[in-house]
């Protein structure tokens, strides 16, 4: 202790279990040096503590002896960052403090950039880093102040309520209200109703006078989501409320007028509906002033890291788990998967996650669900021919599943779904080695 003072090190001292528990918990330490078996201390139990309270924290465990080296190794296994045996090397300590904090010195660098990609990638609560929500987002910046409509087109998903959201967010009009109805929803008869109200008495049960979602959003915006699948008896009116702002209520004979801004959305083929009388041409006209498309989530591999990361810190808080992050080989299977639900599934799988999962510190790829975690993966090496044998088969079907991961054992072995004992054994019996090692 007194050689550490004398390096320049604070020093805070615990001679009985209890004593260092409280420590751990009162001061965030950079650093612990641990005696593994001591009559007052179980040094592994302190270290484990420890490493909860600060993952990157540089702990050293001591040995008595040779008869410790065992339990040494399991503490390296826990995550100490070194292991020695008594009598102590005290030049190496200082070194491997001032090693081990410079590293935590660069985790808090890397979390402090990571957090400034967020912020400058970040855009109304949407956060992606493509060059396709890229330009989205200079759109958005582009229509927002214009009374314009805009008609945001995409697959179901990829986020097209919160392109909508945004653009009201940068609008004159965000002091008013975003009103938004999923018009896909809602059955035919009750979309009328929906969007323009009734009056008392308009039909059996309307006991009082309602708003519909256009009076709701006098001098806002209104989000029509889905808009293909408003019926054609209902497009003509809602023609012309765009075109002049009037409407009746459903049952009423008065005219009423609201200031809207309207954003429409859909994930069909407006233009196609207009070709087969599924859709008024001169509504599409009107809607189809700005386009602004979403692409799926497969196009935009780039963006899932930082969603992922995003998703894993709201779902972690919101169900109190202690989850930090994800590992890099789960994260590689997220990006592989085609995600046909995009954003949202992506979303959803993420959830379920964080709440199944059974520990605290990262997701792993046994975490991800067996559809995702299964998929087929196709490598461009493969070229099975017809009359070979299953053993030539097998060959280069591991030969090119080692060579696609870089020879990482691991993610071979979960690709192609077998043990890594099993795959150590076909790689001797193919005679199989990495490139550097021949």
Not at 68 to 81: C, T
Not at 138 to 143: C, D, L, S
Not at 156 to 175: D, F, L, M, P, Y
């Amino acid at each position: 202790m007194f050689y550490l003072e004398q390096q320049a090190f604070e020093v805070l001292y615990a001679n009985e279990a209890q004593s260092a528990y409280d420590i751990i918990d009162a001061d965030p330490v950079d650093a612990l040096i641990c005696a593994l078996r001591e009559k007052r201390i179980e040094g592994l139990r302190v270290l484990q503590l420890a490493l909860k309270r600060n993952a990157a924290l540089c702990a050293i465990a001591i040995a008595a002896g040779p008869e410790d080296i065992e339990l040494g190794v399991e503490a390296m296994r826990q995550g100490a960052y070194d292991f020695q045996l008594q009598p102590l090397n005290l030049a190496k300590i200082r070194a491997v403090l001032e090693r081990g904090i410079r590293y935590q010195e660069l985790v808090g660098e890397v979390s402090d950039l990571q957090r400034r990609l967020d912020e400058r990638y970040r855009f109304d609560g949407i956060a992606r880093r493509s060059s396709a929500w890229q330009r989205i987002y200079r759109q958005i910046e582009q229509v927002a102040e214009s009374r314009t409509s805009v008609l945001i087109l995409g697959e179901t998903g990829t986020g097209k309520g919160e392109v909508a959201k945004a653009i009201h967010q940068r609008s004159r009009r965000r002091e008013n209200a975003f009103v938004e109805i999923n018009c896909g929803a809602l059955p035919e008869s009750l979309v009328e109703n929906e969007l323009f109200g009734h009056d008392k008495g308009a039909y059996t049960g309307a006991s009082a006078a309602r708003k519909g979602r256009f009076e709701l959003a006098d001098q806002g915006t209104l989000f029509l989501d889905e808009i293909g699948d408003i019926p054609l008896p209902t497009q003509v009116k809602l023609l012309r409320v765009i075109q002049d702002g009037r409407f009746e209520r459903v049952g009423g004979a008065h005219t009423h007028r609201a200031d809207v801004r309207l954003i429409a959305a859909t994930h069909r083929d407006l233009e196609t509906m207009v070709r087969d009388g599924g859709f008024r041409a001169d509504l599409f006209y009107r809607l189809n002033v700005i386009k602004v498309e979403v692409p799926p989530l497969r196009e935009c591999r780039e963006d899932i890291p930082i969603l992922v990361d995003e998703f894993i810190r709201e779902f972690a808080a919101d169900n109190s788990k202690r989850i930090e992050g994800i590992s890099p080989r789960a994260l590689d299977v997220l990006r592989d998967y085609e995600w046909p639900g995009n954003v949202r599934e992506l979303k959803n799988c993420i959830e379920g996650m964080v709440v199944m999962c059974p520990r605290e510190g990262m997701l792993e790829v046994g975490d991800i669900p067996r559809y995702i975690n299964r998929q087929e993966r196709v490598f461009a090496g493969l070229d099975f021919r017809v009359g070979q044998s299953m053993e030539e088969i097998e060959h280069m079907a591991i030969a090119e599943t080692l060579k696609a991961v870089g020879f990482d054992r691991r993610r071979a072995a979960e690709i192609l779904q077998i043990g890594l004992s099993t795959l150590y054994r076909k790689e001797k019996q193919y005679g199989l080695r990495p490139p550097h090692s021949r």
